[in-house]
């Protein structure tokens, strides 16, 4: 079967573009009522964004759509921010998804302090391990990711295929993992079954992702059935070829094969909604944290080594730190190298 995929504007609000969008990929023929479905958003900061994290009121708009197939759903993330790590809990109740969950009867939940249980795979000669949720390896019937389509300084872009590794529970251990992305993101979404994306277009980010940048408003509301073709498309919406970005290549080229857009079936043309060029550009130190994503040597000097504090305070002389890095010591990692 062809993969689906439904493109509106958001003009009316996201509800009724969420709705139609849901049963243009006949989400009634793979949901029931009593099914779960966990909802993956994209908390990549203590406060919410424009074009850095998905809008709440998004999220709310999908709660909605989907009590319409199911009761049982569940909206999570880990805690986030690398190796300043913050708690995922805290940006819940700041966005208002606490809220949500208390006001719809859903259960909200911190990844990173939940059951676990590992995958397996081999890669370039070595054995991994990578603990993911139990939660959504066995207790979950449909997931549906809600990234935002933006510039991301080390994978080119993050939209619904990236947007999975905020589902591996610990924040160091996804830094130590960072020269293996292309496979380990790949295994983890397989894992998961990633199944539906919902991708929030109102805002895009644009020159330097995934937490600075520039805003950039689209208007558009992208639902799919398959999310490597949607983020082939949505690398056609930001005027990107999608063969620059290393993980969508790397899954065409040894695992799967991402489907040529003339076999996806639209409501809509897609170009119609194509917004102006997005580019990456970066300062200095972005190249940084670029050479810590591509190699094991310079990921443990940076975020493992003796020297890695000594190595953030000079670089906070240069640049202004993301966030504020005050985190209680309890939810401090304390994974061993």
């Given at each position: 079967?062809?993969p689906?995929?439904?493109?509106?504007?958001?003009?009316?609000?996201?509800?009724?573009?969420?709705?139609?969008?849901?049963?243009?990929?006949?989400?009634?023929?793979?949901?029931?009522?009593?099914?779960?479905?966990?909802?993956?958003?994209?908390?990549?900061?203590?406060?919410?964004?424009?074009?850095?994290?998905?809008?709440?009121?998004?999220?709310?708009?999908l709660?909605?759509?989907?009590?319409?197939?199911?009761?049982?759903?569940?909206?999570?993330?880990?805690?986030?921010?690398?190796?300043n790590?913050?708690?995922?809990?805290?940006?819940?109740?700041?966005?208002?998804?606490?809220?949500?969950?208390?006001?719809y009867?859903?259960?909200?939940?911190?990844?990173?302090?939940?059951?676990?249980?590992?995958?397996?795979?081999?890669?370039?000669?070595?054995?991994?391990?990578?603990p993911?949720?139990?939660?959504?390896?066995?207790?979950?019937?449909?997931?549906?990711?809600?990234?935002?389509?933006?510039?991301?300084?080390?994978?080119?872009?993050?939209?619904?295929?990236?947007?999975?590794?905020?589902?591996?529970?610990?924040?160091?251990l996804?830094?130590?993992?960072?020269?293996?992305?292309?496979?380990?993101?790949?295994?983890?979404?397989?894992?998961?079954?990633?199944?539906?994306?919902?991708?929030?277009?109102?805002?895009?980010?644009?020159?330097?992702?995934?937490?600075?940048?520039?805003?950039?408003?689209?208007?558009?509301?992208?639902?799919?059935?398959?999310?490597?073709?949607?983020?082939?498309?949505v690398?056609?919406?930001?005027?990107?070829?999608?063969?620059?970005?290393?993980?969508?290549?790397?899954?065409?080229?040894?695992?799967?094969?991402?489907?040529?857009?003339?076999?996806?079936?639209?409501?809509?043309?897609?170009?119609?909604?194509?917004?102006?060029?997005?580019?990456?550009?970066?300062?200095?130190?972005?190249?940084?944290?670029?050479?810590?994503?591509?190699?094991?040597?310079?990921?443990?000097?940076?975020?493992?080594?003796?020297?890695?504090?000594?190595?953030?305070?000079?670089?906070?002389?240069?640049?202004?730190?993301?966030?504020?890095?005050?985190?209680?010591?309890?939810?401090?990692?304390?994974?061993?190298?």
């Amino acid at each position: 079967m062809k993969p689906r995929m439904f493109l509106d504007s958001i003009g009316a609000g996201y509800l009724p573009v969420i709705r139609e969008g849901l049963m243009h990929v006949d989400l009634g023929a793979r949901l029931k009522q009593g099914d779960t479905v966990f909802i993956k958003p994209n908390l990549t900061f203590p406060v919410f964004r424009k074009g850095v994290m998905t809008n709440p009121e998004c999220v709310e708009a999908l709660i909605i759509a989907l009590k319409d197939y199911t009761d049982r759903i569940v909206i999570g993330e880990a805690d986030s921010g690398g190796y300043n790590r913050f708690d995922i809990d805290g940006v819940m109740e700041k966005t208002g998804i606490k809220a949500m969950g208390r006001k719809y009867g859903i259960r909200t939940v911190n990844l990173s302090h939940v059951p676990r249980d590992p995958i397996h795979f081999s890669y370039r000669g070595r054995n991994f391990e990578i603990p993911l949720p139990a939660l959504l390896l066995h207790e979950t019937d449909l997931f549906v990711t809600v990234p935002v389509p933006k510039i991301h300084m080390n994978t080119q872009v993050s939209v619904a295929v990236k947007n999975q590794w905020g589902c591996i529970p610990e924040p160091a251990l996804r830094l130590r993992l960072h020269p293996f992305f292309n496979k380990v993101i790949y295994e983890v979404n397989k894992a998961l079954r990633t199944s539906i994306a919902v991708v929030d277009g109102q805002f895009g980010l644009n020159r330097c992702g995934p937490m600075l940048g520039d805003p950039v408003e689209l208007g558009w509301l992208m639902v799919s059935d398959d999310i490597y073709a949607n983020d082939r498309a949505v690398c056609s919406l930001m005027r990107l070829d999608w063969r620059r970005v290393e993980h969508l290549r790397y899954a065409d080229r040894y695992e799967r094969k991402i489907p040529n857009l003339d076999n996806v079936a639209f409501n809509a043309d897609l170009m119609r909604f194509a917004g102006p060029q997005f580019y990456l550009k970066k300062s200095w130190t972005d190249r940084l944290s670029t050479a810590a994503f591509r190699s094991e040597f310079v990921s443990y000097l940076a975020y493992r080594s003796p020297l890695s504090r000594v190595l953030h305070q000079l670089l906070y002389l240069m640049r202004n730190p993301f966030y504020n890095y005050e985190v209680p010591s309890e939810t401090k990692d304390t994974t061993e190298p």
